[in-house]
């Protein structure tokens, strides 16, 4: 982590703590564990996959996914809906977190996380897979840390592709 990313006399959190967050939160999207994943953000937080390479704000462009907690609660609710087509048979995932990177730390303890991710997706005897990278925007909490953006950048995200079903 850069010192200049980091205001004078605030300590860095512990790199290893960060990462046990980051396979946490994979665990859970990989074990369907919707609810239990949807909790670790913050109340305002974010979820987004841009569109395109260097996508400056998921305002005034079209992204992937743009997602509040009304919007991620709509998903969940669908994940568990018998009756969602889209979903049947449901999706399994397997996601691979690796190369995180502490890039800055506030005087609240609020910190920017940056790692590489691998999600492979299998339904309907076809494998899908998707690579890019993460950011995690966190703030501490006295039960941990909670998201207040991730930002999932596909590798690939201008390329054609099928419907997104799950989160990377």
């Excluded at 967050?21 to 994979?26: G, I, K, T």
């Excluded at 990989?30 to 987004?48: C, K, M, P, S």
């Excluded at 260097?54 to 009756?83: G, M, W």
Aim: aromatic share 10%; glycine share 4%; proline share 6%.
């Amino acid at each position: 982590m850069s010192t200049r990313r980091r205001p004078a006399g605030v300590v860095a959190p512990d790199l290893r703590d960060l990462e046990l967050f980051l396979f946490h939160e994979a665990r859970l999207l990989d074990e369907q564990r919707w609810e239990e994943w949807n909790a670790l953000f913050t109340d305002d937080g974010v979820y987004w996959a841009p569109a395109m390479p260097e996508q400056p704000n998921a305002t005034h462009y079209v992204s992937l996914i743009h997602e509040n907690a009304l919007l991620r609660a709509v998903r969940v609710k669908r994940f568990r809906h018998p009756h969602a087509f889209s979903l049947q048979p449901r999706p399994r995932t397997l996601h691979l977190v690796s190369n995180v990177m502490l890039d800055s730390v506030d005087a609240g303890g609020n910190c920017v996380v940056t790692s590489r991710f691998m999600m492979a997706q299998y339904r309907r005897e076809k494998q899908d897979l998707f690579a890019g990278t993460y950011t995690h925007h966190l703030r501490p909490t006295s039960s941990g840390y909670r998201i207040a953006l991730k930002k999932a950048e596909l590798v690939n995200c201008d390329a054609p592709m099928e419907s997104v079903l799950v989160y990377f």
